[in-house]
């Protein structure tokens, strides 16, 4: 089954180890079922605590749906806790986390809300960074200094 590392490139300033606040934390992809070739406009759920079961008995996984196109059941698991991206890391694609998918591949992300960082010198915690409107800043009061998360981008990589 193949296993998709979600990578992300972002530009930081000031602030670190952007990663899921939650350990609930709610994901948005967008799917295309391999099946059918569809697309599905909508982006999907999932999280890393909700499981359903597969169909005929294999077990469970994070997200199972059936596609509305062709009605072939597929799923999803997250196979790695998330990995905080860092300061370090601005400007290059890094995974942030991976999920086994089975009949299906995710072809979208939004980050969307629900984000936490570190001020880079200060320590200082930022836990409801939210990037529906776009771009991210805020003001370290402890470091006195801008902190800002902008320009990400996601892309989907196999590993296997
Ligand atoms: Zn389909």
Aim: glycine letters at 6%; a negative charge; hydrophobic letters at 35%.
């Amino acid at each position: 089954m193949p296993i998709l590392a979600l990578e992300i490139k972002a530009s930081l300033e000031n602030i670190t180890n952007l990663v899921p606040a939650d350990a609930d934390h709610t994901w948005h992809f967008k799917i295309q079922c391999t099946k059918c070739r569809e697309i599905d406009s909508n982006y999907i759920t999932m999280n890393a605590i909700e499981k359903a079961e597969m169909g005929s008995g294999r077990g469970e996984a994070n997200l199972v749906m059936k596609c509305k196109f062709c009605k072939c059941e597929s799923s999803a698991d997250f196979v790695s806790k998330p990995v905080p991206y860092t300061l370090e890391k601005s400007e290059k694609f890094a995974p942030i986390v991976t999920i086994e998918c089975r009949g299906l591949e995710l072809v979208g992300f939004e980050p969307r809300d629900g984000w936490k960082a570190e001020g880079a010198e200060s320590g200082t915690v930022f836990d409801e960074i939210d990037f529906t409107e776009g771009d991210w800043g805020d003001y370290d009061e402890k470091s006195e200094l801008p902190v800002a998360i902008s320009s990400i981008e996601a892309r989907f990589v196999k590993t296997k």
